[in-house]
């Protein structure tokens, strides 16, 4: 596999626990426990809740981003997972994630964020994180 | 086109230029303003300069997010535009933060969210965005 800066897993969560997907202290709680998952270093974030319903936020961690928005009504939350670095595993957080809002099924793509012949690194170089 | 409740543009922007990636107060102005030209409507927003160098941040807007990390030691961001419903239009966005980076190259990979399929939404029902 191509060597990259970042792996990014854009997931898509259906048939959702809604009273999860509404509670905006609780996304916000499950989107830090998650990046702790993962193995990441939590810097600052941010979280809204809408009326009449869905919540949208981020966290900002050391090694990229987890984003959220949901849809209550839907049972359907929309995820970034998005990590940089050797040491930490974004699909710990999907898992979790997907456990925590007792989702009955998901889809997943997963991106190479920041590939090192498309930026121009030796590939020999270490995997770069910022901290 | 599968009906959708957002649409995701991933993107790299390569050769951009070094100082206005490293410049927090720059990128978040022009993340803001980037989310403004798609016609989307702020909500909240948070962003960190990392040492020796590089930033992060996110954008919450009424309409899903814009986030950002860049490498300015590289000349590489990595962007996500994400919005939800008919009257934005994420490439409005791209092309902003294009320019703005002064970017020599760009990939893109666009992705639908919220596929009214996938979650069981008629697909009569008008686009939903949450306000």
Redesign the interface.
């Known amino acids: 596999m191509a060597k990259s800066?970042?792996r990014?897993i854009?997931a898509?969560f259906?048939e959702c626990d809604k009273d999860i997907l509404d509670d905006v202290d609780k996304i916000e709680e499950l989107m830090k426990k998650a990046s702790i998952e993962s193995g990441a270093t939590l810097?600052?974030?941010?979280?809204?809740r809408?009326l009449p319903?869905?919540v949208?936020?981020?966290v900002?961690v050391?090694e990229?981003?987890f984003?959220i928005?949901t849809?209550p009504e839907?049972?359907?939350a929309?995820v970034?997972i998005?990590t940089?670095g050797d040491h930490v595993d974004p699909w710990k957080g999907f898992e979790f994630l997907k456990k925590a809002f007792n989702s009955q099924r998901a889809?997943t793509?997963e991106?190479l964020?920041?590939?090192y012949e498309?930026?121009?690194?030796d590939e020999n170089s270490p995997h770069?994180v910022?901290?």
């Open positions: 800066l970042g990014h854009v898509e259906y810097v600052t974030s941010t979280f809204h809408f319903h869905g949208s936020g981020a900002i050391s990229s981003h984003a928005h849809w839907y049972g359907y929309s970034d998005y940089c889809q793509v991106h964020r920041g590939v498309e930026i121009g690194i770069k910022e901290a």
